[in-house]
C-alpha cells in the first residue's frame, strides 16, 4: 500500500514533468503576478511565501497596503511597503510594483498652479510639470526597491481632464500627459516599468480611454485591464476591448471575489476561471495575469480551499488543454491528499451555482460588495447589470427556473424599486439606452410571478450548499486525519447560513413591496410566505451572532448581516419603507 506522503511525491513530480513538457504553450506570456490589498504583515507573507510555488515572478501592493504613492510618505506605511519589497524579492519574485493614481486631490498640488478658471491646475505651466515630476521623484527615494507603478488615471481625485490648458485640447490629451510625465521619471530616469490600469463605466468612457491611450507618447508603458468590463461580476461578459489597444496588456482577475464572498464563503471555480482566460489568453498583446489574492485584512485565500482559483490561473497558463477536472483532481490531492477528492470535489463544485443563486438574483448582483444590502444600494439596479454589455441583453437562468430574462424589461424593471427606474436616476448616465427604449417604468412591478422566480432560485442555493456540507461531514474521518476538516467545514458552513440568510430576507424583502402594493396583491400564500421568512430572517440573525468560529474579516463584516436582516424585520413589521407609503405587514 502506498502511504499518502509517497502518493503526494509521485503526484507532484508528475506535475513536474508536465509543467516542463507544457513550458512551451505560454508563448507570449510574460507576466504571473498576484496582488496584496490587505496590510496585514502576517497574511501578506504567508502569500509572499506561497509565490514561489506558483512560479510568480510579479507582485502588486495595492489598496490597504498602498493605494497612492504619496501614502509612501506615512512611516507606518513606508515600512510596511519597503519591508514587502525585499521579503518578496527575496522569496524570489522579480517584479514588486506599488498602486499609485494620479492626480491626487486639487489640494495636494501648491496654490501657484491653481491659475485656471475655478483654480484649475493651469497644465500650459512648465513650472507645474517640472514641480510633478520632482514630486514623483523625490517619493520614489523612499521606496527605493520598488520596481513600478501601477497608475489608475481615469476618474482619480483631481480629475486631469477639468484641468485647464489652452495647448491640450481635448480630455483624452490632458490625460495623456499625465501619464507621459510619470513614465519619464518612472520610465526613462529610473527604469522602472509603468503599468497604466484602465476601467470605464460605460462603452463611451472606454472609448474616451483609448483615445487618451493613443495620445501617450512613451512606448514602455504596459496596460493593465480587467477581465470584465467595469467590475468584477460573475455574469458580466468579457471585456471586450481587452487586447484590442496595441500595447502589451495584463489582464487583472478578481480572485479575491470583491463581490462574490471575498473569501470568506466558498469560492471555487475553476470552470468561471477556465472559461475567461481561455479566451483572454488568445487575443493579441495579451502578455500575463495578475490576480488578487485577498479582499482586504485576513482574508486572503492562500492557505484556504479557494486558492483553487490562483492554481487554476497557474496550470492553464502553463497548458491550455488542462480542463477543470484536472484542476479539481491535483489541487485536491495536492493539498488535502487524493482521498479526498470525492468528498471535496463534487462539494467544491456546487460553489459556483451557490454564489450565483445567492449573492445574485436573476442574474444580477444584488449585493453590495458581498454585503446583502436590497434597498438602498442603487448601483445593483443600473452600474452593476451586466445587461449592459450584452447585446441582447438578455439570460438564461437555470437555477431550478430555467427561463430566459431579458436584463432590463423583465429582470430590473421587476427587481428595481420605483426610486432607482426615475429618469434623472442612475440609469441616466450608466445605462441611457435603457430609458431611451422604455425597457423600464418608475412604478412598482413586483409581483407574485417575479416574487416566485426568487424564492425559488434561493431554495435552489440553499440546497446546493447543504449538499455541498453534506459532501464534508461524509468525509470528516478523512480529513480529521488530515488536521483540515475544520477549515474545510467551517468556509462551507458560512456558504450554507449565507445562503439561507438571503433565502428568508429577499423572501420578505421582495414580498413585501409586492404587499404593499394594496389588498388585490396580499394573498393568503403571499402572507404565509412571508410570515415564514420574517421568523426565519430573525432565527439565522441569531445563529450569525452565536456562531464561535473566527471568521475572516474584509470590507465585507459577514456577521454584519445579522443586523442588517434585523432592520429589514423593523421595517416590515414596524415602521415599513416612506417609499412605500410606510406599509407595515399584518399577518
Not at 495575469?289 to 502553463?318: F, H, M, Q, S
Not at 490531492?333 to 468528498?343: C, F, V
Not at 402594493?517 to 403571499?526: A, M, V
Amino acid at each position: 500500500m502506498i502511504k499518502g506522503n509517497t502518493v503526494l511525491r509521485i503526484f507532484a513530480a508528475v506535475l513536474g514533468i508536465i509543467t516542463c513538457l507544457s513550458a512551451s504553450s505560454q508563448q507570449g506570456i510574460k507576466v504571473q503576478g498576484w496582488t496584496i490589498l490587505s496590510d496585514s504583515r502576517e497574511d501578506d507573507l504567508i502569500t509572499i511565501n506561497a509565490a514561489k510555488s506558483y512560479e510568480i515572478n510579479h507582485l502588486q501592493l495595492s489598496h490597504d497596503v498602498i493605494m497612492d504613492l504619496q501614502e509612501i510618505r506615512i512611516p507606518e506605511k513606508r515600512i510596511l511597503v519597503n519591508d514587502l519589497i525585499k521579503k518578496a524579492h527575496d522569496s524570489g519574485i522579480k517584479e514588486v510594483v506599488a498602486w499609485d493614481h494620479a492626480l491626487y486631490s486639487l489640494k495636494y498640488y501648491p496654490d501657484r498652479f491653481k491659475t485656471g478658471p475655478k483654480a484649475t491646475l493651469n497644465f500650459d505651466d512648465a513650472a507645474f510639470w517640472e514641480w510633478f515630476k520632482q514630486d514623483y521623484r523625490d517619493m520614489l527615494k523612499l521606496v527605493p526597491d520598488v520596481d513600478g507603478l501601477v497608475l489608475t488615471f481615469i476618474e482619480t481625485g483631481a480629475r486631469a481632464e477639468n484641468q485647464y490648458s489652452e495647448m491640450l485640447k481635448s480630455g483624452a490629451e490632458k490625460l495623456a500627459a499625465v501619464v507621459d510625465a510619470v513614465a519619464e521619471v518612472v520610465c526613462d530616469e529610473l527604469d522602472k516599468q509603468l503599468y497604466i490600469r484602465t476601467f470605464a463605466y460605460t462603452d463611451s468612457e472606454y472609448k474616451n480611454t483609448i483615445g487618451c491611450i493613443e495620445h501617450i507618447r512613451s512606448k514602455k508603458i504596459i496596460l493593465m485591464m480587467k477581465e470584465t468590463p467595469h467590475d468584477f461580476f460573475l455574469t458580466h461578459p468579457n471585456d471586450k476591448y481587452a487586447g484590442t489597444i496595441n500595447r502589451p496588456t495584463i489582464m487583472e482577475f478578481d480572485t479575491g471575489n470583491e463581490f462574490n464572498g471575498q473569501g470568506v464563503i466558498a469560492n471555487m471555480w475553476p470552470e468561471y476561471v477556465i472559461s475567461r482566460w481561455s479566451e483572454l489568453i488568445k487575443r493579441p498583446n495579451i502578455i500575463g495575469y495578475v490576480a488578487r489574492t485577498d479582499r482586504y485584512n485576513n482574508t486572503r485565500i492562500v492557505g484556504t480551499p479557494n486558492e483553487i482559483l490562483l492554481y487554476t490561473l497557474k496550470r492553464y497558463t502553463e497548458d491550455q488543454t488542462v480542463t477543470s477536472e484536472n484542476i479539481y483532481d491535483e489541487f485536491i490531492t495536492l493539498k488535502y491528499g487524493q482521498g479526498a477528492i470525492k468528498y471535496l470535489k463534487p462539494a467544491f463544485k456546487l460553489s459556483y451555482d451557490i454564489v450565483s443563486s445567492s449573492l445574485y438574483t436573476l442574474g444580477t448582483n444584488i449585493a453590495n460588495h458581498s454585503q446583502m444590502d436590497f434597498d438602498p444600494y442603487k448601483s445593483s439596479y443600473g452600474r452593476h447589470v451586466s445587461g449592459k454589455w450584452l447585446d441582447p441583453p438578455v439570460v438564461f437562468i437555470k437555477h431550478g427556473i430555467n427561463k430566459e430574462f431579458h436584463y432590463w424589461k423583465d429582470i430590473i424593471e421587476h427587481l428595481a424599486p420605483p426610486a432607482m427606474k426615475e429618469p434623472d436616476a442612475a440609469l441616466k448616465t450608466e445605462a441611457p439606452f435603457v430609458l431611451k427604449n422604455s425597457w423600464v417604468t418608475p412604478v412598482e412591478k413586483m409581483d407574485e410571478e417575479y416574487l416566485r422566480y426568487v424564492i425559488a432560485e434561493k431554495k435552489y442555493a440553499v440546497k446546493c450548499a447543504e449538499d455541498a456540507l453534506e459532501y464534508i461531514h461524509k468525509g470528516e474521518s478523512l480529513l480529521i486525519a488530515n488536521e483540515l476538516y475544520s477549515a474545510i467545514h467551517n468556509i462551507f458552513h458560512r456558504t450554507l447560513i449565507t445562503a439561507r440568510m438571503y433565502e428568508a430576507t429577499a423572501t420578505a424583502y421582495f414580498g413585501y413591496r409586492v404587499y404593499a402594493r394594496g389588498g388585490e396583491y396580499q394573498t393568503i400564500w403571499l402572507k404565509k410566505t412571508m410570515k415564514k421568512a420574517l421568523t426565519d430572517m430573525l432565527l439565522i440573525a441569531d445563529e450569525i451572532d452565536n456562531y464561535k468560529e473566527p471568521v475572516p474579516r474584509g470590507q465585507w463584516n459577514w456577521r454584519g448581516d445579522a443586523e442588517t436582516a434585523r432592520e429589514y424585520y423593523q421595517l416590515i413589521t414596524q415602521n415599513g419603507w416612506k417609499e412605500y407609503g410606510n406599509v407595515v405587514f399584518k399577518n
